[in-house]
């Protein structure tokens, strides 16, 4: 079975934002990681291709920087790695499933995994565009999957308990946390990760250029939430610290 995940280089979840001079993120001093809800995705592909056979190709758009999520994820034991690179072009969720869906239309695959959505910019789309580019059914936000006579069994939790869904194959399948544990990388996974074969594109290798995938939405401008205020210390015994902020609540929070 050929499989292949999506993976994205995100910011670590205990990273501070700031703003720079310009008034946009800075990535300045700020860890990257692998999106944790991509991770689910690549266990889970590892976990089919040793249970049926097959291979695992983890697919990024990013540059350099996402050499290192696709590192790990060849560490943990996919067998190897596309990674396109998209020049000085904006990308948002339409532009990047546009060069997934054209580096993916150039592999074989039966099944395409990904996290439901990035802890970054948690818009929940790349992969659903994705799917809708290639013509292939999409099942979001999965924590179970069976795969079995050439179509994907998954379940997945709803406000009053869960579903099973079946497609064939091929699909796009998005991971939900729950469906499985990623692994971590061995010492060995680690030094065959080295080895392992990183295909590295453009846009132009693609057939693409900063026309074909020309950003639809923008960000304006970014601001940051105002610092949470201090909270008050009522003194007192407890009646008059409960009549004191009883007082508060109605007069000033006026939430009673």
Do not use: H
Not at 79 to 91: F, H, M, N, P, S
Request: charged share 30%; hydrophobic share 45%; net charge negative.
């Amino acid at each position: 079975m050929k499989i292949a995940v999506l993976v994205k280089q995100t910011f670590d979840t205990e990273a501070k934002i700031i703003l720079d001079v310009n008034g946009k993120i800075s990535s300045s001093g700020v860890s990257l990681i692998m999106n944790p809800y991509d991770e689910f995705a690549v266990e889970e592909g590892l976990r089919i291709k040793e249970k049926e056979g097959g291979e695992v190709t983890v697919i990024s758009v990013g540059g350099q920087q996402a050499q290192d999520a696709l590192r790990q994820a060849l560490a943990m034991g996919a067998d190897k790695a596309v990674l396109v690179d998209q020049g000085e072009a904006e990308l948002d969720e339409y532009a990047t499933a546009t060069i997934l869906a054209k580096a993916i239309s150039d592999l074989e695959y039966d099944l395409i995994l990904g996290g439901f959505r990035a802890i970054d910019d948690g818009s929940a789309q790349v992969a659903g565009r994705v799917a809708e580019i290639l013509n292939i059914p999409v099942v979001n936000v999965v924590t179970g999957l069976e795969i079995e006579g050439g179509k994907a069994v998954a379940t997945r939790e709803t406000e009053s308990g869960s579903e099973v869904l079946e497609v064939p194959l091929p699909a796009v399948i998005t991971a939900q946390k729950g469906l499985n544990e990623p692994r971590y990388p061995s010492m060995k996974g680690i030094m065959k990760a080295k080895k392992k074969p990183m295909d590295k594109k453009t846009l132009a290798d693609l057939g693409l250029d900063d026309g074909k995938i020309s950003a639809k939405v923008k960000a304006l401008s970014f601001s940051l939430p105002e610092p949470r205020k201090a909270g008050k210390v009522i003194p007192g015994e407890a009646a008059e610290a409960a009549r004191e902020l009883a007082r508060l609540l109605r007069e000033e929070a006026k939430v009673i």
